[in-house]
Nanobody
Framework: QVQLVESGGGLVQAGGSLRLSCAASGATFSTYAMGWFRQAPGKEREFIAA????????YYADSVKGRFTISKDNAKNTLYLQMNSLKPEDTAVYYCAAATLSPTNYYVDYARSGRYDCWGQGTQVTVSS
């Protein structure tokens, strides 16, 4: 099992930036991909970005492409999400997730939350207008 702890959330004005971190521990050797999701009040959990842990292939939702950047530090077992040009509609709880089971066809359903079997507790991001 992989344990995930997010940090870096907070309150920021529209147009500002934040960087989220996700520290992974435990059976990290089994992780083949990680991702960021978010959930706003009254809405379903939404895919934001993902990265394959070995090859470093990245994937983004259209809503954040060009504004958010996902990256990783394998040596530190840490995942990052750099968020620039933030908008009020980016306000949500942001979750880090790890995929450790069955990497088959990950490249076609990386955005599906069910692909990920380990989740962090979430960190709140609030963007004021």
């Amino acid at each position: 099992q992989v344990q995930l702890v997010e940090s870096g959330g907070g309150l920021v004005q529209a147009g500002g930036s934040l960087r989220l971190s996700c520290a992974a521990s435990g059976a990290t050797f089994s992780t083949y991909a990680m991702g960021w999701f978010r959930q706003a009040p009254g809405k379903e959990r939404e895919f934001i970005a993902a990265i394959s842990w070995v090859g470093g292939n990245t994937y983004y939702a259209d809503s954040v492409k060009g504004r958010f950047t996902i990256s990783k530090d394998n040596a530190k077992n840490t995942l990052y999400l750099q968020m620039n040009s933030l908008k009020p509609e980016d306000t949500a709880v942001y979750y880090c997730a790890a995929a450790t089971l069955s990497p088959t066809n990950y490249y076609v359903d990386y955005a599906r939350s069910g692909r990920y079997d380990c989740w962090g507790q979430g960190t709140q991001v609030t963007v004021s207008s």
